[in-house]
């Protein structure tokens, strides 16, 4: 994939996991939940939506993680650099170097974080993957059901992770604007 079209569709993918997040939050806190008693029409139709755009979402996602990996050309262990002694070391290394320019109200340079950015994107991806996999998972077994109630609390877990995760990555994107640097840079300018 050649890299003007990746970007594009990169951003476009962001922007919809992005508009996908609170359409998803609202629904499911005003929805009824199959499995209770609480019934209502419009609770029903909060599922309906929450269900259809979260199936959106799940295609999104794995289309993000898809596009991902065909501009980066490296493996999912790229990132998940805390998973090997090497990555693990080199992450602290950088870590390390942060305290300093960010005192000085300044970013570090990209080149001395590449193993922190790579980590961003991995707990995202963690993340994303808990959240949309136990969500198609409670589709499969059917919203109705006891194990899909189960599975629905395990699918709650990721949500607040996510927001964290979620303001944390969009103020460094916006930190990172600000201070000039290429949002959704080349990859092959490593």
Partial sequence: MDFPRSRTALVALHALVIGAIPLQWLSSELMAKPWSDEQSGLGRLLFSVHYWSGI???AAVVALVTVLWLRHRRPFAHFFPWARRQG???LLAEL???PG???RLTLPAAEHTRQVAAAVQGIGLTLMTGLV???VLIAVVGPETGLAHEIGEVHEVFFA??????A????AAILHRRAGHPLFADPTSD
């Fill in 56 to 58: 959106t979402s799940s």
């Fill in 88 to 90: 693990r070391q080199h």
């Fill in 96 to 98: 390390r170097q942060i």
């Fill in 101 to 103: 320019p960010l005192s």
């Fill in 133 to 135: 996999s136990t969500g």
């Fill in 161 to 166: 992770p996510l927001l964290a995760y979620l």
């Fill in 168 to 171: 944390v990555h969009g103020s």
